[in-house]
Structures are given as C-alpha cells and as structure tokens.
C-alpha cells in the first residue's frame, strides 16, 4: 500500500527548499524532527477539505478498516468524539429541546466536555456489577430498557480501561431497531478489525466510531481515526469534516499525519500474521503469571490485566517492583495493574515481565469495601452551566454538597465519582479520599 503523505513530505524535506512559510524552525534540526515538520504548503493537502494527498491516504485507510469512509485525527480521538456527538445530535435538536444521550458511565472526560460544549444532557447507565471505576459492562437488554423517547444516540466505551469489551453486536441491533445511532469509544481497539473475526465496532454494526491509532499501533501520539460506517446516515460521512473542523486546529501536525499515513502500510503488509503471534505470546505469558499464583482478568488480546489485591499486593505495589527491574506499566491503583502489549514489543521485554513475576510470591489477599462505589447522584445543574460557571478548587472534605464543576476520575476512561452538575454526596467524598483524591473543582455559590 502507498504512502503519499510520508512519501511527499520526505521529498520535499531533501529538497534543498528555502523555507518561507511556517513553521518558525525552518526544518532546522532542534529535537531532530524538524524536516519533516511541516504546513499546508502546495502538495501537501489540506486535512478538512482533502482533494490530494491526504484524501488518498485516508482511502487507503478506509479499506483497511471495511468503513464508509475513516477520517484523519491529529488530535486524538477527543476531536473524534465531540465530533461523533455533534453529528448525531444535530437532527435530534428541535425548537429549545435540549439532546439526551444515553451512554455508560465509564466514559472519558473529553465526552463530558462535549456534551458541556454541544449542550447535551445525559442518561447514565451504570454497571451491576460494581467491581472497579474503570469497568462499565452494559448489556443489550440493559441498553434498550433504558432507551426512551428522548434519546437520540446511544454512547458506548469498549474495551474499557481494563479491556473488557461490550456487547457491541447486540447493543447495535437494539439500536437499529430503535432507529438511532450507536457511538463507540473504541480508542483502545485500533486493532481490534484485524483479529479473525472482526471485533472492530464498524464490523459488528456501530455507526461510528473513532479509535486511538497511537495506542495499539505504531503512530505518533495523537493520531487517530474517526469511522463512519457504510450503513450510517449518509449524512454523517457527508459532514464529518465540517464537524471535526468545527472542533480542531486549523493547523494539523504534519508529523501525524505522517506516522498515520505510515500505519497503512504497515497494516497491510502481514499485520494480522504478527499480531496473532503476538497474542500467542502474551497468552502464555498471562498463563505463566496465574500459575505463580497471581489473578489475571479477562481481557481483550492486548492487555494484561492482574487483579494484584487478590495476591496480597497492590497495583502501584506491583508497578513499583516491575519498575525496579525497567518495566514501565500502563496504569496501576490500589487494586489493579494493566500492562499493554503490541507486536512492537521486544521478545526481551516478555522476557523480563516473566522473570519478575516468577520470582515474587503472592500472599493473602486485601480485601477493600465493594460498598465504595459511585451511586446515582442528584443532578442539580446542566452539564454545560457546570462547566462554563465559575467554579473554584476545594478540599474534599470541605466539597460534600457542593455542585461538582469538574469531573473527577481516577484514570479516564473511568466512572466518574461525580459529574459536572451533580451534588457531591457524603459517600462520594469517601471515594474521593480512597483514590487519594485531596482537590475537585465546584461550582462558586
């Protein structure tokens, strides 16, 4: 598969051009990057209103992914997101009518800025099963009893932080037969169309969804893809540029651009054969840490998640130890570590991450209180009013009752204690203090 926007811009940088446009540095090499640094000069394209290079690329992507059309990101999948919920609202907004979107409650904070920024209100759903703030396993049946008349999308982030991944095939025949949209947060399954079967959203029916090229594949920090599904309102393809750029930067890095234009060829040139091994790999190597006697929760391919309290450590215990021995981890807290793996990984790198485990010994488990865990809170205030009114930053303890201005995570995506708007209750102010949280921004009175 080509590579036109690489193979332009590393033309132009031997060039011997001078440079009299932006960026400031020339192409002078001061971090090492610089030459290949560049604007929207002639050739280069332009990312919201492609006609050339960029338009190629993005076809090329669109292939590989099976969808309508996938569109650039140089901004992550945060402009993806505000971009997919601007799209889905828009025919949903009559006369006054504030927009609801139903959506898990595990979702990012660039979710919640978007609904503050679109003026959208929100139908949480929360999990039953009450096992970690960054897990939200929602059911089809859970979705569609949920669904009424004033929803106009349903907003779904799978995997989660700790790899579970929903039942998107089943959430999107509810939502067809519903007659609205399913959005997917799929910013951890970028890789997700190229297992046998498809697990990608677009493949089991989502109508969009955007994914975090940077955090499963080899692309620069930042790039991302927002997918229109073929089957979608034809609308959503038509306008996804407008709403992107309604959103982002007129002046997209051209070093992402790049690294996502790279990234097809690299898909297509024996990706599913080296990320199969690769699974193979870190399924042994999930099976050598539960026989030392360690937990391993079930996960999507790529991650490895260790359950650490039920061996008599903490995660952050066990983040330290495997930084001791040159290990650096994805997430831990006082329960829980997530290591993240790709075909990148250097056999040494598995190598290590077994010689670790095989010489710590689990011990009795710590048990925490499972009543800790966030309840449906009283909504006081709009999304958007929270967000945009003056607010100031409080102690916890002085917080209880106050009007939450900011969310407040332990690590996006997660179950925010408390959303922007909601009232700050007794036992939200425990939580906050078992994830060690001292500050949260509230509403001025």
Avoid at 11 to 39: N, V
Avoid at 80 to 93: D, E, F, Q, T
Wanted: with cysteine; hydrophobic share 40%.
């Amino acid at each position: 598969m080509n590579t036109p926007i690489l193979d332009f811009v590393k033309k132009y940088a031997t060039g011997d051009i001078s440079r009299f446009h932006m960026p400031g540095h020339k192409g002078k090499d001061f971090i090492g990057c610089e030459r290949l640094d560049i604007t929207e000069i002639c050739g280069a394209d332009v990312l919201y209103s492609p006609d050339g290079i960029i338009a190629e690329s993005e076809d090329n992507a669109t292939r590989l992914f099976g969808s309508g059309h996938t569109f650039y990101s140089a901004e992550g999948s945060s402009l993806c997101i505000k971009a997919m919920l601007y799209l889905a609202s828009i025919g949903a907004r009559n006369g006054k009518k504030r927009p609801t979107v139903l959506a898990s409650r595990n979702a990012h904070k660039s979710f919640i800025y978007a609904c503050a920024l679109l003026d959208l209100d929100v139908k949480w759903l929360y999990p039953k099963e009450k096992k970690h703030l960054c897990s939200c396993n929602i059911s089809a049946r859970e979705v569609e009893d949920a669904i009424s008349d004033d929803i106009f999308a349903v907003y779904v982030t799978s995997p989660d932080y700790l790899g579970s991944i929903a039942d998107i095939s089943g959430i999107s025949s509810v939502c067809k037969r519903k007659g609205i949209p399913l959005l997917v947060d799929n910013a951890h399954g970028a890789y997700l169309g190229f297992l046998s079967p498809s697990l990608h959203p677009i493949a089991l029916g989502a109508d969009m969804c955007c994914d975090s090229a940077h955090k499963t594949l080899p692309v620069l920090t930042g790039g991302a893809y927002l997918h229109v599904s073929s089957s979608a309102d034809s609308f959503y393809i038509s306008e996804a540029r407008s709403a992107l750029s309604l959103f982002a930067s007129t002046s997209p890095s051209y070093l992402i651009l790049q690294s996502l234009d790279r990234c097809n060829a690299y898909l297509s040139d024996g990706y599913r054969d080296r990320l199969s091994e690769c699974i193979e790999h870190i399924n042994e190597i999930k099976a050598f840490i539960s026989k030392t006697g360690f937990y391993v929760e079930r996960s999507e391919p790529l991650k490895i998640t260790v359950n650490a309290a039920r061996s008599g450590y903490t995660g952050d215990e066990l983040s330290d130890i495997l930084r001791n021995d040159r290990i650096e981890c994805e997430f831990s807290d006082d329960s829980l570590l997530v290591l993240m793996i790709t075909p990148e990984n250097r056999d040494k790198d598995l190598k290590r991450l077994k010689d670790v485990f095989s010489a710590l010994t689990p011990k009795p488990a710590i048990i925490y209180d499972s009543g800790l865990f966030p309840e449906e809170a009283e909504s006081v205030m709009t999304v958007r009013e929270a967000v945009l009114a003056r607010s100031e930053t409080v102690s916890v303890n002085d917080a209880m009752g106050r009007i939450c201005a900011s969310p407040t995570v332990s690590c996006p995506p997660a179950i925010p204690i408390v959303v922007s708007g909601e009232r700050i209750s007794p036992k939200a102010v425990e939580i906050f203090k078992r994830y060690k949280i001292e500050k949260i921004k509230v509403v001025s009175t």
